[in-house]
């Protein structure tokens, strides 16, 4: 492996992933996770930072933690910042520094200014959460490759309202695709989805400057498979004829869960209506669309391949957060959440010799650790100052032990607020709201968090032990906040 690797990091957005029952069935039709589960290491405990678009994107780039970049929700409510400013600095400053060319395609979310080529990145994105449909490249992309314009019926209606069998052009429904949480069925080519759009503008700009001797890092950011879930063919009814359970706290009553979970349900209880064999289409409509978007990314590696740069090429796989869609008493999306369906995620990286190949890792990484990865293949030497840890010794020894035993993860609300901490051990996970409320859980035993744990005398000194491990991670990272003072304030003395 040369000294300084060509970098690509392909990232979907708020991709379903834990305890859904489609997953494993799912994997045959993901030829991207599939091939880079082959040639690399897949990460079975892999979290998200802070399950929300803006501030796990800013933690990916920084190498930071939410707290400490200060985005702690999207648009910069709750008093956070709105999004990234010139000031800040990403791991793609430190590698053009070192002479690597850095572009970045398709959904950025990081500031609702600047779009990232503000930030030095050649490519294509736009300011706030983006419109690709609506843009003149989009445009241009349809003419060059003689596609029609994009036009969708939708099967299940959301926040909308609009109704079953209404059709729409997604050229002018900006409205309905931001704020949507049903499904909807592409009736023009899959090569008119966005996630086709964005990742054939990637392999373009690998084809017209991947050879031209410079390492490079590419950053490939398709909407999807962000709701709301539009599917074309081929992968349009593709799990039909699996017929899913719901996921296993679909029934959950949610008593042993905070009254924000049960605020949550009630709320898509009453937006959507929807019955278990409805939800069922749901699930299968998000598989679909991540197998779509899996798809689409799968085109960049081909394009890496065909010009025979994998040979010198690290490629990350991984998105921002997780999608509790159809899960814990029927929910969508991910509000304030703190469940495993909304912070687990997908991680797999691969690359030359030495990485491991074909292997799974199970220690507890996050989509945070990938700056400090990259600066640590790329000798940027500035992992330390970083809140991630370099992933590097398990990409060549998945099994090795020197590794961290918990993980801290964020949370500050969605819409609504609410200051919440996790606490990720081997085994068990503690995640402590700011009043005080705390849920306890064996995820090796429960990983559907169907029993909280934390008012059982039998784990007594199991909770202890992961106050006194979450409070050591908070005080690690000086996360010393007034709400964060008061939260660890309010277990201790419990």
């Given amino acids: 492996m040369n000294s300084r690797p060509n970098i ?36 079975d405990r892999a979290y998200t930072v802070l399950p929300v678009c803006t501030p796990a994107r800013a933690s990916m780039l920084t190498g930071l933690y939410p707290h400490r970049h200060g985005i702690t929700e999207n648009d910069g409510r709750f008093g956070g910042r709105e999004g990234l400013g010139r000031q800040d600095t990403l791991i793609s400053h430190n590698l053009a520094g070192e002479g690597y060319r850095c572009a970045y395609f398709g959904k950025w979310h990081l500031s609702n200014q600047l ?7 050649e490519g294509f994105s736009l300011p706030g959460y983006g419109y690709p449909y609506g843009t003149e490249e989009y445009q241009a992309y349809l003419e060059r490759n003689e596609l029609p314009e994009p036009v969708v019926t939708i099967e299940q209606a959301g926040e909308s309202g609009q109704g079953q069998g209404h059709r729409l052009s997604l050229v002018g429904e900006r409205e309905w695709f931001d704020y949507e949480a049903g499904s909807a069925i592409l009736e023009t080519p899959a090569a008119t989805h966005e996630a086709y759009f964005v990742s054939h503008l990637a392999c373009d700009w690998i084809e017209s400057h991947g050879l031209d001797g410079d390492p490079f890092f590419l950053r490939v950011d398709p909407w999807g498979p962000h709701p709301p879930y539009v599917v074309a063919q081929p992968f349009l009814g593709a799990f039909d004829h699996l017929s899913p359970a719901p996921t296993p706290n679909f029934a959950s009553d949610l008593s ?64 921002d957060h997780g999608d509790a869609i159809g899960s814990n008493g029927g929910v969508s999306n991910k509000g304030g959440l703190m469940v495993e369906e909304t912070l687990r995620i997908p991680l797999l990286a691969c690359g030359p010799l030495p990485f491991a190949r074909g292997q799974t890792c199970q220690r507890l990484v996050a989509n945070m650790d ?49 200051f919440q901490r996790a606490l990720l051990s081997e085994q068990y996970k503690l995640v402590v709201q700011q009043d005080g409320f705390e849920e306890l859980y064996d995820l090796r035993n429960d990983p559907a968090e169907l029993v909280n744990l934390a008012s059982c005398e039998a784990h007594r000194r199991t909770l202890a032990k992961m106050r006194t491990a979450l ?18 304030s309010s277990v201790s003395s419990q």
């Fill in 8 to 43: 690509v990091w392909l990232v979907s957005d708020h991709q379903a992933h834990a305890n859904h029952p489609l997953l494993e069935a799912a994997s045959e039709n993901l030829p991207l996770r599939q091939r880079m589960a082959r040639d690399g290491v897949q990460f």
């Fill in 256 to 319: 042993h869960r905070p009254q924000y979970h049960r605020d949550y349900r009630d709320f898509w209880h009453r937006v959507l209506g929807f019955d278990a064999e409805q939800w069922q289409c749901q699930v299968a409509r998000c598989y679909e669309h991540v197998a779509l978007v899996d798809s689409a990314l799968y085109e960049v590696l081909l394009t890496l391949e065909r010009l025979g740069l994998l040979d010198n090429t690290i490629v990350f796989f991984t998105t």
């Fill in 370 to 418: 990938i700056a400090a990865t990259i600066a640590d293949l790329c000798g940027l030497g500035t992992e330390g100052g970083l809140d991630g840890k370099s992933l590097l010794p398990l990409l060549v020894q998945p099994s090795a032990s020197d590794w961290r035993d918990a993980l801290m993860v964020e949370h500050y609300g969605l819409h609504v607020p609410l």
């Fill in 115 to 121: 779009s990232a080529q503000a930030f030095g990145f």
């Fill in 471 to 488: 409070a050591t991670s908070m005080n690690q990272f000086d996360d010393d906040s007034d709400p964060a003072i008061e939260l660890l």
